[in-house]
């Protein structure tokens, strides 16, 4: 008896000693305000050490798998984790329907199950999910480390107020083809000047002839994004504040 509990024991402790891994994407789920929400995740084989995390934030129209498929190879030469949530409705997101909440719980459980690096934890969006990337930027500018975005940008004076209210100056990159219809240069310039005249460190690539479509220059933005990402992390412990919202 002693024998099979010194057996059991002793293959406890191998398991726990072996790298976490995960060779293929996965879709998984997670419970928010009593809500099935769904997200897709790829964790690089072999990881010994804390990682970053890449939050990934889809497009309209599109789910999370469509963002991950694009960044894995890019994650697994990294080794960074990264995880595409599904918004609450697929044509885009919204709050307070998609508010700060569902991310940080789901980047909180990651954390639980992986070795996450709680300072680098980072955002990049396309399109819708670019506007929602820089919202949970200004509302939780002390949890993220840096924001990288394609194809999206701030408008209006209410999205002015909240660069203002902003605790941290979150690192910000914006990238934008000169053939965006649907955001044209001036908006995108107006969003950088904005939070640069609050004191941010944000940073606009243009990239000549590129339209909206993200998908066929991924890998190409991809790899600007991360080389922008990897240079922060956060100086302290990551803060969350929970923010209460009109329905």
């Given at each position: 008896m002693?024998?099979?509990?010194l057996l059991l024991s002793t293959m406890l402790i191998a398991l726990l000693a072996c790298p976490v891994s995960s060779q293929e994407i996965s879709k998984e789920l997670i419970t928010s305000k009593g809500k099935k929400r769904a997200y897709y995740l790829f964790v690089p084989e072999k990881l010994t050490a804390p990682s970053p995390l890449i939050v990934?934030?889809?497009?309209?129209?599109?789910?999370?798998?469509?963002?991950?498929?694009?960044?894995?190879?890019?994650?697994?030469?990294?080794?960074?984790?990264i995880v595409g949530p599904d918004a609450l409705n697929s044509q885009g997101w919204n709050i307070p329907g998609d508010r700060p909440d569902f991310i940080h719980e789901l980047?909180?459980?990651?954390?639980?199950?992986?070795?996450?690096?709680?300072?680098?934890?980072?955002?990049?969006?396309?399109?819708?999910?670019?506007?929602?990337?820089?919202?949970?930027s200004l509302?939780?500018?002390?949890?993220?480390?840096?924001?990288a975005i394609h194809a999206g940008a701030l408008s209006?004076?209410?999205?002015?107020?909240?660069?203002?209210?902003?605790?941290?100056?979150?690192p910000i990159a914006i990238f934008v083809g000169t053939n965006d219809s649907f955001f044209p240069l001036t908006v995108v310039r107006a969003?950088?000047?904005a939070l640069n005249a609050?004191?941010?460190n944000s940073e606009l690539t243009e990239i000549k002839g590129h339209t909206h479509w993200y998908y066929d220059k991924a890998p190409e933005i991809n790899?600007?994004?991360?080389?922008?990402?990897?240079?922060?992390?956060?100086t302290g412990e990551p803060r969350y504040e929970e923010h209460q919202f009109n329905r």
């Open positions: 002693k024998f099979y509990a990934l934030l889809h497009g309209s129209g599109r789910n999370g798998l469509s963002l991950v498929e694009k960044w894995k190879d890019l994650a697994k030469k990294e080794k960074a984790i980047v909180e459980e990651l954390k639980a199950r992986y070795p996450v690096s709680a300072r680098r934890v980072y955002l990049f969006g396309h399109s819708a999910g670019a506007g929602q990337a820089l919202y949970l509302f939780e500018s002390q949890y993220f480390a840096a924001t209006g004076r209410q999205d002015n107020q909240l660069i203002e209210m902003a605790k941290r100056k979150i969003t950088r000047d609050e004191g941010f790899r600007s994004a991360w080389e922008f990402l990897k240079k922060y992390e956060l």
